[in-house]
């Protein structure tokens, strides 16, 4: 149909926050032990854009706010749902390290976790 659909995603208030103690690891008889005490180093703003088409994102945007004109803007990385398994259990030093990983993380996504993304809509066509 020569149609490019891109779904935008935005994940506001993501937190540089760094652990002020190691995780413990998991033990025998014991689940992992992440210490919830933290230094708080500011929040960025994530948003993605998604090539429903191939799977990637096309040019990720981070700044402190959603109109920052310093956001940057990079190459075709990133999808959305990946966030939680980035930010879940992480230590950033400081704003520019998280920055930084997110790029990192939305460069691997693209090249080993993409794919297209799969309608299973089967209703009525809509209409225009």
């Not at 208030?13 to 005490?37: D, I, N, S």
């Amino acid at each position: 149909m020569g149609t490019h659909v891109v779904s935008t995603d935005e994940k506001t208030g993501m937190q540089a926050l760094e652990r002020l103690h190691e995780t413990k690891p998991v033990r025998r008889g014991l689940v992992e032990r992440v210490e919830f005490e933290y230094i708080r180093h500011g929040t960025l703003s994530l948003i993605a854009n998604f090539d429903v088409a191939t799977g990637k994102v096309i040019c990720p945007s981070i700044g402190p706010t959603r109109t920052d004109p310093r956001a940057s803007c990079g190459s075709s990385r990133g999808a959305a749902g990946w966030r939680r398994r980035l930010l879940k259990r992480s230590s950033f030093t400081s704003i520019d390290d998280l920055r930084s990983r997110v790029f990192q993380f939305v460069e691997y996504f693209n090249r080993v976790l993409a794919k297209p993304f799969r309608w299973t809509y089967t209703g009525r066509p809509l209409q225009a």
